[in-house]
């Protein structure tokens, strides 16, 4: 099989495409023949060593001190199941699925090796591949922090910084889903976008600072790690919340000290990859309450474009990849950019 490996933190061009063996799956576990996948912000994350202020040492923790200890990124897919293990009774051959393989990657390759009780669903028959593989990395975080963790009530007023991203978008159309008051933080360039996702206002952040109109939000949501504790703080009312699903170390380590002491709480951490959650994702996509964002779909031999689209920051939702190259047409997605000969090996 062919997939996308590094071996060196740095640029997309660390990215090399090489033929490995096809894995073998165990007993419990399933063979996946990967439709599409995604560059996630975990992947961009991991490839570029790129971490918030302060959190340099842990990121080289978690992702290999010297090189990368997973070399082939890819948090999240959709593809069909081709081999299944001896124990295994929940999959069959030929079933379409979802897989969330999350910090332990491995999806940026034309299959891989999941056990069958892990993070795979069963992939809604309305739901497209590429759509299908967009939904778990954004969707199963906006669902921890701000169901699981910040229990956003109906009525409530959020607002949602990097409002436009996988996670933001997805966590605007969540807010809204519950009922909240929701105001996006995003460009100019993407207002349009985040008014559709269901926000009742948008404030571009060139122009305005949310925190400089006094309390106002019972929760605010920062996505991209652009506001601090010691701005947020001024944006909450009392008692609200701030879900800092990325951010400094400080702010992980103290801010939520600092915000007892204001009668405020500041809620961090990892989100969880639990398969209940992604179940229910998944579901509400095919309900059609959560529609994933995609910016754009590149073909598999365009996966360095993807990777150096996604550093420019300014992707919208999801940027998809897609692997198969027998998927046919895909009704009312962004068409996938040419693809070009089979990239050389190294």
């Not at 979802?98 to 992939?123: D, L, N, Q, R, W």
């Not at 949501?221 to 009392?238: E, N």
């Amino acid at each position: 099989m062919y997939a996308y490996s590094y071996s060196e933190y740095g640029s997309p061009d660390v990215l090399k495409y090489v033929e490995l063996p096809i894995p073998r799956p165990k007993a419990n576990e399933v063979l996946i023949r990967v439709c599409a996948t995604t560059v996630s912000a975990g992947d961009w994350r991991s490839r570029s060593l790129t971490m918030p202020a302060g959190m340099g040492l842990i990121g080289r923790l978690v992702f290999g001190i010297r090189e990368p200890r997973k070399q082939v990124l890819g948090t999240e897919f959709s593809g069909i199941i081709e081999t299944v293990g001896a124990d295994v009774t929940t999959f069959k051959l030929g079933d379409e699925v979802i897989g969330f393989p999350g910090a332990s990657f491995g999806a940026h390759a034309e299959y891989i090796v999941m056990p069958a009780t892990g993070k795979i669903v069963a992939k809604p028959e309305n739901l497209t591949f590429e759509v299908a593989a967009a939904i778990a990395f954004g969707g199963t975080t906006a669902y921890d922090f701000l169901i699981n963790k910040g229990q956003l009530r109906a009525g409530e007023r959020v607002l949602i910084n990097g409002a436009s991203g996988s996670t933001g978008s997805a966590c605007v159309q969540l807010a809204k889903y519950l009922g909240a008051d929701v105001t996006g933080v995003c460009s100019a360039a993407n207002s349009d976008l985040v008014r559709s996702l269901g926000a009742d206002r948008v404030i571009d952040y060139k122009t305005e600072d949310f925190s400089q109109n006094g309390p106002q939000y019972n929760v605010v949501v920062d996505t991209v790690g652009t506001a601090p504790w010691k701005r947020t703080q001024h944006a909450l009312v009392s008692g609200g919340r701030m879900l800092m699903i990325a951010g400094s170390s400080s702010d992980m380590i103290l801010g939520g000290l600092k915000a007892r002491l204001r009668g405020k709480r500041l809620i961090g951490g990892v989100a969880s990859e639990a398969v209940t959650i992604l179940r229910k994702v998944v579901q509400l996509t095919a309900d059609g309450h959560l529609h994933p964002v995609i910016d754009r779909v590149f073909a598999f031999s365009h996966m360095v474009a993807a990777h150096t689209h996604v550093d420019t920051g300014h992707k919208k939702g999801n940027v998809v990849v897609r692997v198969a190259t027998d998927l046919g047409p895909r009704k009312g997605l962004v068409p996938v950019l040419p693809d070009m000969p089979a990239p050389r090996q190294t």
